[in-house]
C-alpha cells in the first residue's frame, strides 16, 4: 500500500491536482488491515472534484489489493465516469464494482460497455437509480453486446434504470449467448408484457440464470411463472452437475490412491528381486574365487612336476658324458651301468603312476566343483518358482478384492440413483408414481439378482485359492522331508571312505533330477489352474458388461420418462383451470402413493444394512487370506534358510575334499 499511496501522490504531481484527504483515509485502512481478504474502496455519498477521478482512473490501472469499489451517489458526471472506467478496463483484482444514483447514460454506458468487455475479473457491477436503459439505445445495444461477450460476470443490478420492452429484448438475446450471469435484478423498469415474453425464450435457453428478479414492471403472472420454472430448472441442473463433479473427484483421488499402493508394491518386489540377485551374485562370486585357489594349487603342482622332469634330463645328461668318458672301463662298470638302466625304468613307471595319478584326482574335482555348481543351480530355479507363485498368489487377492470395491460403489451409486429418480418423479407427476414404483422394484430385484450371482463367484474364487493353497503346503510340506533326507544323506556320506563318493553323488543327482520332475509337473498344474482362473475372470467381466447394458437401457427409459414428462408439462399449464375441480381426489391418491414410497424406502434401507453385512463378512474373508498368505511367507523364509544350510553344507564338503586332496599330494612327495 506504500507503493499505492507514491502512485497517487506522482499522478496528483503530474495532473496537477492536490491530493485528498478522503482518499488518502480509504488507501490507509486498507494499508492497516493487509490480513482482511476483502479491501474496500468507498466513497459513497460524497462530493469529490472530476479530476480525482481521472487520477483513480490512471491508478486502478496498477492492481492495486482494492477487491471491491464503491462509488454510490456520488453524482458524476460522465468524464468523470470514462476517466475512472478507463482505468478499470486492465484492472485484475477488483471483483465488486457499485455505482448506484449517478445518473448514468450515453457515454457512460459505452465506457461500462468497454469494461464488460475486456475485463475479465469483475464478478459483481450494481447499477442502481440511473438511466442505462433511456432512450438512447445505441449506448444500451453497447452495453448489451459486451455483457454477451463477458465471460465473467456473475450478478448484475439494473433496478431503476428505465429498460423498456425494446431493452428487455435487447437483454434477453444478450442472455443467450451469456454462459457466466447468474443473478439478474430487472425491479421497478417498464419491462411490460412483451419484454417479460422475450426474457421467458431466453431463460428456456440459457442453462446458467438462477435468479431473475422482476418486480414492479407490469408482467403478467403466468410469465412471472413460467420464467421461475425456468430458473428452478437451471437451479437443478447445476446442483446435479456439482454433484457429479464431486463424485468424479472422489472416484479420481480413490484411482491415485490404487495406482500408488500397485506402484508401492511393484517397487517393493523390485527390491526384493535385486536383493536376491545381489545374493546369487555373491555366491558365484565366493564359487569362482574357490575354483581360481584350487586352479593355482593345480598350477604350482605342475610346476614341481616340471622341476622334477628337468632334473631328470640333467641326470641323463651327465650319465651319458660318463660313459662316454668311462668306454674302457672294466666289466664291473658295464653291471653298474646296467643296473642303473634299470633303475632309470623303474623311476620313469613310478613317474608315470604319479601322473595319472594326480590326473585323476584332478578330474575327480572338477567333477565335485560342476555337481556343486548344478546343485546350486537347481535350488535358484526353485527358489525363484516359489517366488513367482506367491507373487501370482497375491496379484489375485488383490484383483479380488477390487472387485468387490467396484462392485459395492456400483450398487451404492444404482440405489442412490433411483432414489433421485424418484423423489423427482413424486414432485412433478404424482400420476405416474405407480409405474415408476414398479420399475424401481424389479431394478432392485435385478441388482438384488446379480449381486447374488457376483458373490457366489467370488466365493467360488476364494475356495479355489484355498484349494492351491492347500496343495503348496503339501509340496512345501514334501520339499522339508526331502531337504531333512539330503542333511542325513550328505552326513553319512562325509563320515564315509573317499571310494563311495562318486556313488553318493550319483543317487544325489538321481534324486534331484526326480524332484526336477514333481516341481515340473506341479508347476503345470498351476499354470492350467491360472488358466482356468483366468477364464472365470472373462466370465465375470462379460457379467459386468451385461449389467452395464442393463443400466443403460434404464437410462434410456428415464429419459423417455422425462421427455413425456415435458409434453404433459406443457399440457398441464393449458388444463390447469379444469385440473382444479379433481385435484383434491387426486391428492389422496397422492397421499397413498406417498405411503408406499415410505415403504420402499424402508425396504432399500433393509437392504443397504443386508449389503452392509454381506461387506463385513468379504473383508472377513479377505483378512483370513492375507493371515495364510502371511503364514505361506513364513514357510517360504523357512524354506530359504534350509537351502543356505544346505549350500553351507556343500561348501563344508569342497573344503573337506579339497584339503584331502591336499594331504594325498602331501603324502606322495613325503614318499618321493
Request: aromatic share 4%; charged share 30%; glycine share 2%.
Given at each position: 500500500m506504500d507503493q499505492c499511496k507514491t502512485l497517487y501522490y506522482d499522478y496528483c504531481k503530474t495532473y496537477d491536482v492536490e491530493p485528498n484527504e478522503t482518499i488518502l483515509g480509504e488507501i490507509q485502512k486498507v494499508s492497516n488491515g493487509d490480513n482482511n481478504p476483502t479491501k474496500s474502496f468507498n466513497l459513497s455519498s460524497l462530493s469529490i472534484p472530476e479530476a480525482q477521478f481521472v487520477v483513480l482512473g490512471k491508478l486502478f490501472t496498477h492492481d492495486c489489493l482494492f477487491t471491491s469499489i464503491h462509488l454510490n451517489d456520488c453524482n458524476l458526471t460522465s468524464e468523470a465516469l470514462q476517466a475512472f472506467l478507463h482505468g478499470l478496463v486492465k484492472n485484475t483484482t477488483c471483483r465488486t464494482l457499485e455505482l448506484k444514483g449517478n445518473s448514468i447514460h450515453g457515454a457512460g454506458t459505452e465506457a461500462l460497455a468497454q469494461v464488460l468487455r475486456r475485463n475479465q475479473t469483475l464478478q459483481n457491477l450494481r447499477l442502481e437509480w440511473n438511466q442505462i436503459g433511456a432512450m438512447d439505445t445505441s449506448a444500451f445495444t453497447s452495453f448489451c453486446d459486451a455483457l454477451g461477450v463477458n465471460k465473467a460476470l456473475i450478478e448484475l443490478d439494473l433496478r431503476n434504470n428505465d429498460i423498456s420492452h425494446v431493452g428487455a429484448t435487447e437483454l434477453a438475446a444478450t442472455l443467450k449467448r451469456n454462459v457466466t450471469l447468474r443473478i439478474l435484478d430487472l425491479r421497478w423498469n417498464n419491462i411490460g408484457a412483451v419484454g417479460s415474453r422475450a426474457l421467458l425464450a431466453s431463460c428456456q435457453s440459457n442453462s446458467t440464470l438462477n435468479e431473475l428478479h422482476l418486480a414492479g414492471n407490469n408482467i403478467p403472472d403466468d410469465v412471472i411463472q413460467n420464467i421461475n420454472n425456468a430458473l428452478a430448472k437451471n437451479t437443478e441442473k447445476r446442483q446435479v452437475h456439482f454433484g457429479h463433479s464431486k463424485n468424479m473427484a472422489v472416484l479420481a483421488r480413490q484411482l491415485q490412491d490404487a495406482h500408488t499402493e500397485k506402484d508401492r508394491q511393484m517397487t517393493s518386489v523390485l527390491t526384493r528381486v535385486s536383493l536376491q540377485e545381489q545374493a546369487m551374485l555373491k555366491a558365484n562370486k565366493s564359487l569362482a574365487t574357490k575354483i581360481k585357489k584350487m586352479q593355482e594349487a593345480l598350477d604350482d603342482r605342475k610346476l614341481a612336476f616340471n622341476a622334477l622332469s628337468a632334473k631328470n634330463a640333467l641326470l641323463e645328461a651327465d650319465l651319458t658324458v660318463a660313459t662316454q668318458q668311462h668306454n674302457d672301463a672294466q666289466n664291473e662298470v658295464k653291471k653298474l651301468q646296467i643296473e642303473k638302466d634299470h633303475l632309470k625304468k623303474l623311476i620313469h613307471k613310478e613317474y608315470k603312476k604319479e601322473k595319472d595319478e594326480l590326473v585323476h584326482t584332478q578330474?575327480?574335482?572338477?567333477?565335485?566343483?560342476?555337481?556343486?555348481?548344478?546343485?546350486?543351480?537347481?535350488?535358484?530355479?526353485?527358489?525363484?518358482?516359489?517366488?513367482?507363485?506367491?507373487?501370482?498368489?497375491?496379484?489375485?487377492?488383490?484383483?479380488?478384492?477390487?472387485?468387490?470395491?467396484?462392485?459395492?460403489?456400483?450398487?451404492?451409486?444404482?440405489?442412490?440413483?433411483?432414489?433421485?429418480?424418484?423423489?423427482?418423479?413424486?414432485?412433478?407427476?404424482?400420476?405416474?408414481?405407480?409405474?415408476?414404483?414398479?420399475?424401481?422394484?424389479?431394478?432392485?430385484?435385478?441388482?438384488?439378482?446379480?449381486?447374488?450371482?457376483?458373490?457366489?463367484?467370488?466365493?467360488?474364487?476364494?475356495?479355489?485359492?484355498?484349494?492351491?493353497?492347500?496343495?503348496?503346503?503339501?509340496?512345501?510340506?514334501?520339499?522339508?522331508?526331502?531337504?531333512?533326507?539330503?542333511?542325513?544323506?550328505?552326513?553319512?556320506?562325509?563320515?564315509?571312505?573317499?571310494?563311495?563318493?562318486?556313488?553318493?553323488?550319483?543317487?544325489?543327482?538321481?534324486?534331484?533330477?526326480?524332484?526336477?520332475?514333481?516341481?515340473?509337473?506341479?508347476?503345470?498344474?498351476?499354470?492350467?489352474?491360472?488358466?482356468?482362473?483366468?477364464?472365470?475372470?472373462?466370465?465375470?467381466?462379460?457379467?459386468?458388461?451385461?449389467?452395464?447394458?442393463?443400466?443403460e437401457t434404464l437410462k434410456r427409459q428415464i429419459e423417455s420418462v422425462q421427455t413425456s414428462n415435458l409434453s404433459k408439462d406443457t399440457e398441464f399449464l393449458e388444463n390447469r383451470e379444469k385440473i382444479k375441480t379433481e385435484y383434491e381426489k387426486k391428492l389422496r391418491l397422492i397421499q397413498k402413493d406417498i405411503d408406499m414410497n415410505e415403504e420402499l424406502k424402508d425396504r432399500n434401507r433393509q437392504l443397504g444394512s443386508e449389503i452392509k453385512d454381506q461387506r463385513y463378512n468379504d473383508r472377513n474373508t479377505i483378512r483370513e487370506l492375507e493371515t495364510r498368505l502371511a503364514d505361506l511367507q513364513t514357510k517360504f523364509n523357512q524354506r530359504e534358510q534350509e537351502i543356505s544350510q544346505l549350500k553351507h553344507n556343500e561348501e563344508k564338503r569342497l573344503q573337506f575334499l579339497r584339503t584331502a586332496m591336499l594331504d594325498y599330494i602331501g603324502r606322495d612327495t613325503k614318499l618321493k
Amino acid at each position: 500500500m506504500d507503493q499505492c499511496k507514491t502512485l497517487y501522490y506522482d499522478y496528483c504531481k503530474t495532473y496537477d491536482v492536490e491530493p485528498n484527504e478522503t482518499i488518502l483515509g480509504e488507501i490507509q485502512k486498507v494499508s492497516n488491515g493487509d490480513n482482511n481478504p476483502t479491501k474496500s474502496f468507498n466513497l459513497s455519498s460524497l462530493s469529490i472534484p472530476e479530476a480525482q477521478f481521472v487520477v483513480l482512473g490512471k491508478l486502478f490501472t496498477h492492481d492495486c489489493l482494492f477487491t471491491s469499489i464503491h462509488l454510490n451517489d456520488c453524482n458524476l458526471t460522465s468524464e468523470a465516469l470514462q476517466a475512472f472506467l478507463h482505468g478499470l478496463v486492465k484492472n485484475t483484482t477488483c471483483r465488486t464494482l457499485e455505482l448506484k444514483g449517478n445518473s448514468i447514460h450515453g457515454a457512460g454506458t459505452e465506457a461500462l460497455a468497454q469494461v464488460l468487455r475486456r475485463n475479465q475479473t469483475l464478478q459483481n457491477l450494481r447499477l442502481e437509480w440511473n438511466q442505462i436503459g433511456a432512450m438512447d439505445t445505441s449506448a444500451f445495444t453497447s452495453f448489451c453486446d459486451a455483457l454477451g461477450v463477458n465471460k465473467a460476470l456473475i450478478e448484475l443490478d439494473l433496478r431503476n434504470n428505465d429498460i423498456s420492452h425494446v431493452g428487455a429484448t435487447e437483454l434477453a438475446a444478450t442472455l443467450k449467448r451469456n454462459v457466466t450471469l447468474r443473478i439478474l435484478d430487472l425491479r421497478w423498469n417498464n419491462i411490460g408484457a412483451v419484454g417479460s415474453r422475450a426474457l421467458l425464450a431466453s431463460c428456456q435457453s440459457n442453462s446458467t440464470l438462477n435468479e431473475l428478479h422482476l418486480a414492479g414492471n407490469n408482467i403478467p403472472d403466468d410469465v412471472i411463472q413460467n420464467i421461475n420454472n425456468a430458473l428452478a430448472k437451471n437451479t437443478e441442473k447445476r446442483q446435479v452437475h456439482f454433484g457429479h463433479s464431486k463424485n468424479m473427484a472422489v472416484l479420481a483421488r480413490q484411482l491415485q490412491d490404487a495406482h500408488t499402493e500397485k506402484d508401492r508394491q511393484m517397487t517393493s518386489v523390485l527390491t526384493r528381486v535385486s536383493l536376491q540377485e545381489q545374493a546369487m551374485l555373491k555366491a558365484n562370486k565366493s564359487l569362482a574365487t574357490k575354483i581360481k585357489k584350487m586352479q593355482e594349487a593345480l598350477d604350482d603342482r605342475k610346476l614341481a612336476f616340471n622341476a622334477l622332469s628337468a632334473k631328470n634330463a640333467l641326470l641323463e645328461a651327465d650319465l651319458t658324458v660318463a660313459t662316454q668318458q668311462h668306454n674302457d672301463a672294466q666289466n664291473e662298470v658295464k653291471k653298474l651301468q646296467i643296473e642303473k638302466d634299470h633303475l632309470k625304468k623303474l623311476i620313469h613307471k613310478e613317474y608315470k603312476k604319479e601322473k595319472d595319478e594326480l590326473v585323476h584326482t584332478q578330474a575327480k574335482l572338477e567333477r565335485d566343483l560342476l555337481e556343486s555348481l548344478e546343485t546350486q543351480r537347481r535350488l535358484s530355479e526353485k527358489i525363484h518358482d516359489f517366488e513367482r507363485k506367491t507373487e501370482n498368489l497375491q496379484t489375485t487377492i488383490h484383483e479380488l478384492r477390487e472387485t468387490l470395491t467396484k462392485t459395492d460403489r456400483d450398487h451404492h451409486v444404482k440405489l442412490s440413483a433411483l432414489d433421485t429418480e424418484n423423489q423427482g418423479l413424486k414432485s412433478k407427476h404424482k400420476e405416474d408414481l405407480k409405474d415408476c414404483e414398479l420399475t424401481n422394484s424389479r431394478d432392485n430385484q435385478r441388482l438384488k439378482e446379480s449381486y447374488e450371482t457376483t458373490q457366489q463367484n467370488l466365493k467360488e474364487q476364494i475356495t479355489k485359492l484355498e484349494n492351491i493353497r492347500t496343495t503348496l503346503e503339501r509340496e512345501i510340506n514334501s520339499l522339508k522331508s526331502n531337504i531333512s533326507t539330503q542333511k542325513l544323506n550328505h552326513d553319512e556320506n562325509l563320515q564315509q571312505e573317499k571310494i563311495r563318493i562318486k556313488n553318493e553323488d550319483e543317487k544325489i543327482q538321481h534324486e534331484l533330477e526326480d524332484r526336477l520332475r514333481s516341481l515340473t509337473t506341479t508347476k503345470e498344474d498351476l499354470e492350467s489352474r491360472y488358466n482356468q482362473q483366468l477364464i472365470s475372470n472373462r466370465e465375470f467381466q462379460q457379467k459386468i458388461n451385461f449389467q452395464s447394458v442393463e443400466i443403460e437401457t434404464l437410462k434410456r427409459q428415464i429419459e423417455s420418462v422425462q421427455t413425456s414428462n415435458l409434453s404433459k408439462d406443457t399440457e398441464f399449464l393449458e388444463n390447469r383451470e379444469k385440473i382444479k375441480t379433481e385435484y383434491e381426489k387426486k391428492l389422496r391418491l397422492i397421499q397413498k402413493d406417498i405411503d408406499m414410497n415410505e415403504e420402499l424406502k424402508d425396504r432399500n434401507r433393509q437392504l443397504g444394512s443386508e449389503i452392509k453385512d454381506q461387506r463385513y463378512n468379504d473383508r472377513n474373508t479377505i483378512r483370513e487370506l492375507e493371515t495364510r498368505l502371511a503364514d505361506l511367507q513364513t514357510k517360504f523364509n523357512q524354506r530359504e534358510q534350509e537351502i543356505s544350510q544346505l549350500k553351507h553344507n556343500e561348501e563344508k564338503r569342497l573344503q573337506f575334499l579339497r584339503t584331502a586332496m591336499l594331504d594325498y599330494i602331501g603324502r606322495d612327495t613325503k614318499l618321493k
